[in-house]
C-alpha cells in the first residue's frame, strides 16, 4: 500500500492576525533600507543604528514629534529640555545617586553611567512612567547625541534590549 505523506498538513496555520503581522517583501525591503541608510530620517539628526527597530527618527514618536512642534524645533535634540535632561553632566550624576540607592547597580565608567543614565530619563521626560516589561525604541537621533556627548572608551554601544 503506497501512502503519499503530505508534510504541509502538520504546518501550523496562521491566524488572521497574525497573517496582518506578517511583513511582505515589500515591507522587508523598507525595513532593509532603514539599516543600509538614514533616508527614512526626519529630523536629519539621525544616525545608522545596529538593528531595524532601533531606526527610528524622532519625528515618528507621537510623543516626542508632540514636544518638537511645541517648541518650533525640528529634532528632539533640538528641544531645549533635552540638554537640560539628557546632556547635563551634573543632572545626570544626581540622577545616577538616585537610581543607584533604588537599585544597587554601580557602574564604573562615568560616560557608560551618563548614557545608561540619559537614556532612563528621555524616557521618563517623554513617556513620563514606562515600567520592567513595558518598553520603547528610543530614536536614533536622540541615541546618536547621547552617545556623541558620552562616548564609549573602545566605540562599542549594546544597543535596544528587550526585558529579560
Known amino acids: 500500500m503506497n ?5 504541509t498538513s502538520f ?9 496582518e503581522e506578517t511583513p511582505d517583501r515589500d515591507d522587508f525591503s523598507e525595513s532593509l533600507d532603514r539599516l543600509m ?3 527614512w530620517c526626519q529630523c536629519a ?10 531606526c527610528r527618527c ?3 514618536i507621537p510623543e516626542m514629534e508632540s514636544l518638537t512642534v511645541s517648541t518650533g524645533v525640528g529634532c528632539i535634540t533640538d528641544h531645549p529640555g533635552f540638554r537640560s535632561v539628557c546632556l547635563d553632566h551634573y543632572v545626570l550624576e544626581t540622577c ?17 553611567r551618563y548614557r545608561y543614565v540619559a537614556y ?5 521626560w517623554v513617556w513620563k512612567w514606562l515600567g520592567r516589561d513595558i518598553r520603547v525604541t528610543l530614536p536614533a537621533c536622540a541615541v546618536a547625541r547621547i552617545r556623541e556627548q558620552f562616548p564609549s572608551a573602545d566605540g562599542q554601544y549594546v544597543g535596544y534590549r528587550d526585558p529579560e
Open 3 to 7: 501512502t503519499i505523506f503530505n508534510h
Open 11 to 19: 504546518e501550523p496555520e496562521l491566524s488572521d492576525a497574525e497573517v
Open 37 to 39: 541608510s538614514t533616508n
Open 45 to 54: 539628526n539621525c544616525a545608522g543604528m545596529g538593528s531595524i527597530r532601533e
Open 58 to 60: 524622532c519625528q515618528e
Open 96 to 112: 545616577y545617586h538616585w537610581y543607584n540607592q533604588q537599585y544597587g547597580r554601580a557602574i564604573q565608567d562615568a560616560n557608560e
Open 120 to 124: 532612563r530619563m528621555l524616557v521618563r
